[in-house]
Every structure is written in structure tokens, then in C-alpha cells.
């Protein structure tokens, strides 16, 4: 102890929790009405509930947190984990997808009355084995995501991507891939792109699997070559470096893509920039298309085109599903599937033509 602390004598005692029957003692009402009215139960005028939040609001009332849980068999905990980053594990929230798709999940699971908690990507069991989860989120969990398998052997529901289906007490949400890369392809084609070429993660996610299998397809059927480079690692740096690889191939002048279609995330300006320096002109000679989040693709010059994910679209509708499955124990697995967005810019129309925003067509069950 030091002679400063001393000073101050003993810690304060916390004050006396305030309880259910303080606030009807308050507001000169039951119980049983205050309970009704806190709870959102009940045939309450508006005005006794106002009354009766606006007192419990006042004097600190908070509802016993234990005795629900053990009403409810639940602790109203859901763990969330970004697969996809387990070797960087707190970087997703750099990233403007993931940082809105898990502010958007935490928001709409306390609106039903959950907690979020942040668990790092390629977490051990014995880390999280001792929280009383009622169910994991895994976003984007990599090929033989050792989570999903160690939550699933806990009995724990998992809610991820289409890569759980149809495994017992897995849920999915996910985004149709192919549909997205076909709209954003036939976008750049129908503009006059022969030579697109594809920026990605190096990635085992099973979007980026399907968005490279489509690709390849398209290529195939459109006698296009595949130009594919490949971003080391997650973060602005190691994509960028992988645009300019893509704008600098190895077969010779006369072999440049004419449009670059950028899947893994990196802030529009820095690719419009790459391409500058590079020697292109944007759209004149090249056609840009983004899949991103980033709010900066509206405000730059050109405006780049973006293929959104809607993340917030993900989070309501998976948690949505993961509150049914909790509260109805529903069995069975089941899945959404979820289109994307193309929000046409002027960075992918030619100059003359019109733009236009076609969605990426509907989810396909």
C-alpha cells in the first residue's frame, strides 16, 4: 500500500441493488404490473409503461441477469469469430465489410436481448470452453475451420456459411457467389472488357473458391484468358501490390487487361491510384470494379463501381435465424442464400453510356 492510498481509507460499498419491488414501491404499482411493463407483456396503457420505464431508468434498475438465465436455460451470450483472419486475428476490424457486418450483428442481437462476444480467429477451445455461449457465429471460416469443428463437438450451435450445410446443429447464411461474379462479369463484358482480370485473396474461404471457379468459367465460355494475381494477405499493401502485378503482365504490350475486377478488399482510391500510375486512364482504358464496403468508392474521381456484400443484410438475417433456432429449438439445419449488390460507377461504363445498378439476381434455394 502507498502512503497515497492510505488517504483515502477503505474501498466504498456498492450500493444496494435495486430491485423489482423498489420501482412498484415507486411508482405505487404491483409488481406484477411493473414486470409487465418492463418486459413489453401485458394489456398496459402507454402511459404506465412510460411511467414505470422512466422510474426504473431513474433509479438504476437493472433485471437479474442470473435468475433469467436460469429461467431461460440460457446466458443470452453468442460468441462471433472472423475465420477467415486466424493468423491476424483482430484485423477484420480494419476492414470495412467485416467491421459493419459485426457491428451489425451485435446491434441486432441485443435488439432480442443477446450479447456479442469477440472471440480471435483460430481460438483454442480451452480459451472459450469456460463462457456459457448459447451459440458461435463463425464469418467466413476457412476449409476445415478448426472452431466450427471444436464448437460443434461442444454441442454449441454454430451459425456460419454455406460450408457447414447440412451438418448437425450448423446454420448458414451466405452470399451467392456465382450469381455475383456473373452480374459483375457480364457488367464488364456488355461494356466491351475481353480481358478482365481477377485480383484475389489467396484465400480457402468457400466464397472466394466459388468466385474463382465462376471466373474461370466465364473466361472459358467467353474465350478470354484467365489474369488472375493473387493478394498474399489481408490489408491495403498486399492487394494493391497484387493490382499492380495484374496491370503489368509478363506476355508483352498488346496482353494488358482492359478491365480489373478487385475480390479481395482494398480501399477504392489506392486501386484507382495503382492504375494511374500504371498508365491507365480510368474507364477509357480500363475498366474498375471493386467488391467493397468502403464509402470512399463514392467520392473519388472516377466514382468506382462496387460489388457490395450487404453485411448488413447478412447480420439481420443470421441472426434472425440464430434467435429462431434458440428460442423455437428448431432441429433441423436450414440456410439463407442472399444475393449481392452491383451499384454501377462511373470507373466501369464506358464514357457515352448509361449508368445503370442491376442487382446480382435473386438467391437461388
Avoid at 434472425?320 to 442472399?338: F, H, I, T
Amino acid at each position: 500500500m502507498t502512503a497515497s492510498s492510505r488517504h483515502f481509507g477503505p474501498p466504498p460499498q456498492s450500493a444496494p441493488r435495486v430491485r423489482l419491488v423498489d420501482v412498484a414501491r415507486e411508482t405505487g404499482l404491483s409488481k406484477t404490473t411493473v414486470s409487465a411493463a418492463l418486459n413489453g407483456t401485458g394489456r398496459l396503457s402507454p402511459a404506465v409503461r412510460a411511467k414505470v420505464q422512466e422510474a426504473a431508468r431513474r433509479m438504476g434498475y437493472r433485471p437479474n441477469a442470473t435468475a433469467r438465465q436460469l429461467r431461460a436455460g440460457r446466458a443470452r451470450l453468442i460468441g462471433y469469430v472472423i475465420g477467415e483472419f486466424a493468423d491476424t486475428p483482430w484485423t477484420f476490424l480494419e476492414s470495412p465489410y467485416f467491421a459493419r457486418l459485426t457491428g451489425a450483428t451485435a446491434a441486432t442481437a441485443l435488439r432480442h436481448g443477446y450479447a456479442v462476444v469477440l472471440l480471435p480467429a483460430g481460438s483454442l477451445q480451452g480459451e472459450w470452453a469456460e463462457l456459457p455461449l448459447d451459440a458461435v457465429v463463425v464469418a467466413d471460416p476457412v476449409a476445415d475451420d478448426r472452431v466450427v469443428e471444436d464448437v460443434l463437438a461442444a454441442r454449441i450451435p454454430v451459425f456460419s456459411d454455406r460450408s457447414v450445410e447440412g451438418r448437425p446443429g450448423a446454420y448458414w447464411v451466405d452470399v451467392d457467389a456465382a450469381a455475383a461474379m456473373r452480374t459483375a462479369l457480364g457488367h464488364l463484358g456488355a461494356e466491351g472488357a475481353r480481358r478482365p482480370a481477377l485480383v484475389l485473396p489467396t484465400s480457402a474461404t468457400r466464397f472466394h473458391t466459388e468466385v474463382l471457379a465462376e471466373y474461370r468459367a466465364w473466361c472459358a465460355e467467353h474465350g478470354a484468358p484467365e489474369l488472375i494475381s493473387s493478394a498474399e494477405a489481408a490489408g491495403n499493401g498486399p492487394t494493391v501490390r497484387a493490382v499492380e502485378a495484374a496491370l503489368t503482365p509478363a506476355a508483352g504490350p498488346g496482353k494488358a487487361p482492359d478491365a480489373l475486377l478487385v475480390v479481395a478488399e482494398v480501399s477504392p482510391p489506392l486501386v484507382l491510384e495503382a492504375a494511374r500510375r500504371h498508365g491507365y486512364a480510368v474507364p477509357d482504358d480500363l475498366l474498375v470494379v471493386c467488391m467493397s464496403e468502403d464509402t470512399a468508392a463514392l467520392h473519388t474521381e472516377p466514382p468506382v463501381t462496387t460489388l457490395s456484400l450487404r453485411p448488413e443484410a447478412i447480420a439481420e438475417a443470421g441472426t434472425e435465424l440464430l434467435v429462431s433456432v434458440l428460442e423455437e429449438e428448431r432441429g433441423e439445419p436450414a440456410g439463407v442464400l442472399l444475393s449481392a449488390r452491383l451499384d454501377v460507377r462511373a470507373s466501369s461504363v464506358r464514357p457515352g453510356r448509361d449508368h445503370a445498378s442491376p442487382q446480382a439476381g435473386p438467391a437461388r434455394t
